[in-house]
């Protein structure tokens, strides 16, 4: 397995990750480390999450075949259809995962940070399914953005803690929830939404996020007779979806792999969140990596027009995979991804999350050849941001 998808025996990858936490949290990480690798090796935990991904989640998710897009841009592009998931994106594939953890290490309490409230609604339905107390953390910029999600969270049962420290957005509602693990270290799982974090939150993340690529290999070679595509796209925040949509190429070096990153206002306009194009390295939430952050180490604030992408950092694996030079990461503006989500909506008859058209708006930067095969993860549906479309675009 790849040194990018499986961390050393400190947790690093590539020098990056790590476990830079308080030391009343040492316990949690061992313990959740120490069992992890074992549970998802038992053949009744195999069997529990498959059947919730087949027959509760929905999966396999379909690879569409963009017609329309396609003779847009005069090339081959399929979409992995993330969207058509139980709730509406990926997220829950990490959430039935770590919950039925949390379930078999006997905790009765379950936290989580959203930011476009998917991982939110996300965890909100695992712990429904599985009668676990929910409480979401979320920053009140974001609970203002994205309302629907809040209220279907409470729908499920969750109650939604609304932070208004810092900038009162992904970063800020991360914080809250590490702060309540602290304070309840027993009976509390934390599940993390990305693949951010201490050791082994990142690889833990990456592997139910994994699904998605697994899937995308054989339903690519079925369609079309062809091993590998030329291409695979994904949007990139803390990197949850990309890194699942990577997975099973990073060791296939025919294939290009791109992540896609909001530059906000511009890269130059002190509003984005392009950190990799952008970042250096240090620690954040417990994990080394590259970040936004001032000559003296203080954290930047980040801006995206898209909730789910508004985070200062990314995930340690990104990070690693960006100075090995293995996945390319470029980045498209607010007013980019508008545009895109509109385009796609017109052509294919698919309203994507603001998050997963910044991937749908690099196509519009790249210059693919007729011959080319383009997979793009389409991350989540566009209903959470319909407020927004309404606003800049209708």
Known sequence: MSKFLIADSEGYFEGFGGAYVPEMLFPNLLELTDCYHQIIQEEAFQKEYLALLKNYVGRPTALYHATNLSKQYNTNIYLKREDLNHTGAHKINNAIGQALIAKRLGKKRIIAETGAGQHGVATATACALLGLECIVYMGSVDTKRQQPNVKRMEMLGAKVRAVESGTKVLK???????????????????????????????????????????????????????????????????????????????????????????????????????????????????????????????????????????????????????????????????????????????????????????????????????????????????????????????
């Open 172 to 394: 800020d509602a991360t914080n809250e929830a590490i702060r309540d693990w602290i304070a309840n270290p027993v009976d509390t799982h934390y599940i993390l939404g990305s693949a951010v974090g201490p050791h082994p939150y990142p690889e833990m993340v990456a592997y139910f996020q994994s699904v998605i690529s697994a899937e995308m290999r054989e339903q690519f070679v079925a369609q079309t007779g062809t091993q590998d595509p030329s291409h695979v796209i994904a949007c990139v925040g803390g990197g949850s979806n990309a890194i699942g949509t990577f997975y099973h190429y990073i060791d296939r070096t025919v294939v290009k792999l791109i992540g896609v990153e909001a530059a906000g206002e511009g890269l130059n306009s002190g509003k984005t969140a392009a950190t990799l194009s952008l970042g250096t390295v240090g620690v954040l939430h417990g994990s080394k990596t590259i970040l936004l952050q001032t000559a003296d180490g203080q954290i930047e604030e980040a801006h995206s027009i898209s909730a789910g992408l508004d985070y200062p950092g990314t995930g340690p694996q990104h990070a690693a995979l960006k100075i090995a030079g293995r996945v390319q990461y470029v980045s498209v503006t607010d007013s980019q991804a508008l545009v895109a989500a509109k385009l796609l909506s017109r052509t294919e008859g698919i309203i994507p999350a603001l998050e997963s058209a910044h991937a749908i708006a690099y196509l519009e930067q790249a210059n693919f050849k007729p011959l080319d095969q383009i997979i793009i993860n389409l991350s989540g549906r566009g209903d959470k941001d319909l407020d927004t479309y309404i606003k800049f675009l209708l």
